[in-house]
Nanobody
Framework: QVHLVESGGGTVQAGGSLRLSCAAS?????????MAWFRQAPEKMRERVAH????????FYDDSVKGRFTISRDGANNTLYLQMNNLKPEDTAMYYC??????????????????????WGQGTLVTVSS
């Protein structure tokens, strides 16, 4: 059973930066995963932010975060990161880490939606003040 734990959220002023982390455990050895960050603002649907495959060669970013956010992973420590720069008030949301072993690299690079992911963290709150 894959277990994901996010950290790094907080309150920051517009234009500031935050780095989210997602520590994973329970990954099956020799298995590749599509890993992703999603976010959900109050009374809004969960939306995709960024995706990366285990091999880390291809990434997906939603248009709303392109050029500002960077997804990366540390394979040795099974940790997923999201570096968020030039934050805007509209980035305020609960951010969730997700993973799934059945999503292949091509699909992962297209930014599959949240229903396709089996494993989820509990979320970390990001608040951006204007």
């Amino acid at each position: 059973q894959v277990h994901l734990v996010e950290s790094g959220g907080g309150t920051v002023q517009a234009g500031g930066s935050l780095r989210l982390s997602c520590a994973a455990s329970g990954y099956t050895s020799n298995t590749n995963y599509c890993m992703a960050w999603f976010r959900q603002a109050p009374e809004k649907m969960r939306e995709r932010v960024a995706h990366i495959y285990t091999t880390g060669e291809r990434t997906f970013y939603d248009d709303s975060v392109k050029g500002r956010f960077t997804i990366s992973r540390d394979g040795a420590n099974n940790t997923l990161y999201l570096q968020m720069n030039n934050l805007k008030p509209e980035d305020t949301a609960m951010y969730y880490c997700a993973a799934d072993s059945t999503i292949g690299p091509d699909t992962c690079a297209s930014g599959p939606p949240h229903p396709l992911f089996d494993y989820w963290g509990q979320g970390t709150l990001v608040t951006v003040s204007s």
